[in-house]
Every structure is written in C-alpha cells, then in structure tokens.
C-alpha cells in the first residue's frame, strides 16, 4: 500500500460514495485507474466493505452509556463476546487493562430499556458487577474503521 492508496481510503472514509473521477482529480490518477486500485483493496482486504452510517437518535437510540464490566476470576475474551453478542444495545465493546475486565459502549431507546440491557449483562454467570456512566451529550464522534 502507498500513499496514493492511503490517499484514496481517506477520500472513501470521507465519502463512500464519491466516484472515481472525483477521488482521482484529487489524487492525481484518472478514474480507471483509481478502480484498480479500489479493486485490489478490496481483494486484498485491505477495504472490508462499503457501507452507511446512520445516525442512532433517529432510529430512536437516543440514550447511550459506557458499561464497565468486572467479572469474577478469570474470563476469557471468547466468553464475554458470547455474554454480550446477546444484547443487541451493546454496539462496541473491549477488553481492557485496568480493575475493569472489559468497556462495553451500549445504546438503547430509553433509560428503562438501557436498565434492562444491563441487566441481561449483569445475570450472566461470570460477571460480578458493573459500573455505568450515561452519557448527557457526545462532544467528538469519529470513525477510523
């Protein structure tokens, strides 16, 4: 990869949808020659796919919070991802260093429905307890997928 290709993923990151006359007046290629590169990037997997982004409030996911996670002895990465594959509010979560065992960033539709999420989180057999912060209002969101 150089850094025209780099150049191109910023330009798809930015615009998904931009095409391949525009992407190339940018980087200095013609558009024949920026699907190629576009080609190749996906066949080698360096693009995994195109897709939309769609703001959550407006499907109504309009409460969110960060869960800390802090389970009992040991648990394996693959057992917190089978817990929480099972709750469809939780949208991203991680492992992490620290008292906690994992961060999990969830989003429901209303406080009620937030609490129970949690709680589906919370009755799982490794987990001792969590720790939530509801966010009131997100200042920076940026994707670097």
Do not use: W
Request: with cysteine; aromatic share 4%.
């Amino acid at each position: 990869m150089d850094n025209l290709d780099r150049g191109i993923i910023d330009l798809l990151r930015q615009n998904a949808r931009a095409s391949y006359g525009d992407i190339g007046g940018s980087v200095g290629l013609s558009a024949s020659a920026v699907k190629r590169r576009v080609d190749r990037l996906v066949a080698d997997g360096v693009i995994r796919g195109f897709t939309i982004q769609v703001d959550p409030t407006v499907d109504g996911y309009n409460t969110e919070a960060y869960v800390e996670l802090f389970c009992r002895g040991t648990v394996a990465p693959d057992e917190l991802l089978r817990i929480l594959s099972g709750v469809p509010e939780v949208v991203d979560a991680g492992t992490v260093t620290g008292s906690a065992d994992a961060i999990v960033h969830m989003r429901a539709r209303s406080i009620p429905a937030l609490e129970d999420a949690l709680e589906r989180v919370r009755i799982a057999p490794n987990v001792d307890h969590t720790r939530s912060a509801i966010v009131l209002s997100r200042l920076i969101h940026r994707t670097h997928d």
